[in-house]
Nanobody, 120 residues
Framework: QVQLVESGGGLVQAGGSLRLSCAASGSIFSINVMAWYRQTPGKQRELVAGITSGSNTNYADSVKGRFTISRDKVKSTVYLQLNSLKPEDTAVYYC??????????????WGQGTQVTVSS
């Protein structure tokens, strides 16, 4: 079994910064793709940023230049640095990982979600 545990959300004023972390633990052979999504009430979950095992990254247009995704392969952890936050960034942020277990099968896992609230 694999578990993802998120941390780092909170309340911040517009223009401020936060750093989210998501650590994976359990039966992990390799982690292929790590990503962050966000969701607000009544809307679909949207991709914020992703990073591959080769450290290639992609970002939603709305966060380019403000958010940075990174990973620590040794710690099986993905980070999201959120800078220049705007009220419209307010959402629950979820980490997502595609993980290959020791048996060779790949599964997708989600974190429990962490609330980010940006006040104007």
């Amino acid at each position: 079994q694999v578990q993802l545990v998120e941390s780092g959300g909170g309340l911040v004023q517009a223009g401020g910064s936060l750093r989210l972390s998501c650590a994976a633990s359990g039966s992990i052979f390799s982690i292929n793709v790590m990503a962050w999504y966000r969701q607000t009430p009544g809307k679909q979950r949207e991709l914020v940023a992703g990073i591959t095992s080769g450290s290639n990254t992609n970002y939603a247009d709305s966060v380019k230049g403000r958010f940075t995704i990174s990973r620590d392969k040794v710690k099986s952890t993905v980070y999201l640095q959120l800078n220049s936050l705007k009220p419209e960034d307010t959402a629950v942020y979820y980490c997502n990982m595609r993980i290959t277990g020791w048996g060779g099968s790949q599964y997708e896992y989600w974190g429990q979600g962490t609330q980010v609230t940006v006040s104007s």
